[in-house]
């Protein structure tokens, strides 16, 4: 779908997009095909797509040959998806909130590969949300604000580190990644996007069993980050258990959240809250 013909569309349709819902739409095809080989898209594949928007990824996912489940939340691009594209083979279209449906409807999404231009005001945490779900997806390729592109892949000690990076790589390693130019979306954005390849790990940081006692940990040391992570940790823990932690990880009494890699951190659980 060329720019021209989402003007046209839009126009017939008398549609105006809404900022609220993030609608910034993907025109151009060099950017598409580039998505589609970031995310390894093969005939058969199961691919995930959130906020479809007039269908020009979708569209792409199918060429390639995938099977698409496809979750718009704006009732208003349904009709219109339907009519372009409904007659596919291998389209599964759902009128819902993406957030609100993957609490409500879970599965098993370990063959799936999510590949998908999210709203910008909710891409982390459908990421997020993806990651933390007990069969998550083999890969997340996602377009998103090129800041939070750098966050997912930010190192620990840089300013872009921090608790998004970390509950991501419980489950995810960041793949490659690459700019996407303002003008290549209608409306272009105010800022700046990019799209990144977020790979399943062969085993999580943690067993599922200490997953949500290794999300607990993180959320509460980065909940005050420039603070030395002893004193974020002593209103939860005694201290006789921080300092026997603090020992054992041979940690220097002033370390800080932003300087623990996600292994350190899933170490530190362990030396915390030691198994059995």
């Known amino acids: 779908m060329t720019l021209s013909e989402m003007r046209l569309l839009l126009d017939a349709e008398n549609l105006r997009l809404t900022r609220s819902l993030g609608q910034n739409f993907l025109h151009d095809g060099n950017q598409l095909r580039r998505i589609i080989a970031l995310a390894e898209i093969q005939p058969g594949d199961a691919a995930l797509e959130i906020g479809p928007g007039l269908g020009p990824l979708t569209e792409a996912l199918l060429l390639a040959g995938a099977s698409v489940l496809a979750i718009e939340k704006d009732h208003r691009l349904i009709p219109i998806l339907q009519r372009r594209l409904g007659t596919q083979p291998g389209l ?10 993957l609490a ?16 910008y005001s909710v891409g982390s945490p459908i990421l997020v949300d993806l990651a933390q779900s007990p069969q998550p997806p083999k890969s997340l390729t996602a377009t998103l604000q090129a800041e939070v592109v750098d966050r997912i892949r930010a ?3 840089t300013p872009e580190y921090g608790l998004l990076t970390v509950l991501l790589a419980e489950a995810y390693q960041p793949g490659p990644s690459f700019r996407i130019p303002a003008s290549c979306f209608f409306p272009a954005p105010d800022v700046a996007s990019a799209c990144i390849r977020l790979d399943r790990r062969p085993q999580p940081l943690v067993a599922p069993d200490r997953a949500p006692a290794f999300r607990s940990l993180v959320k509460r040391a980065f909940s005050q980050r420039r603070k030395q992570l002893r004193t974020v940790l002593r209103g939860q823990l005694p201290d006789e258990r921080l300092a026997s932690a603090w020992q054992r990880m041979g940690f220097a009494p002033d370390v800080r959240a932003e300087t623990l890699s996600p292994e350190t951190f899933a170490q530190l659980l362990d030396a915390l809250e030691p198994r059995g």
């Open 92 to 101: 599964e279209l759902i009128h819902a909130d993406a957030l609100d449906w």
């Open 104 to 119: 409500q409807f879970p599965r098993d999404w370990s063959r799936w590969k999510l590949v998908a231009n999210l709203p």
């Open 155 to 157: 190192t620990p000690g």
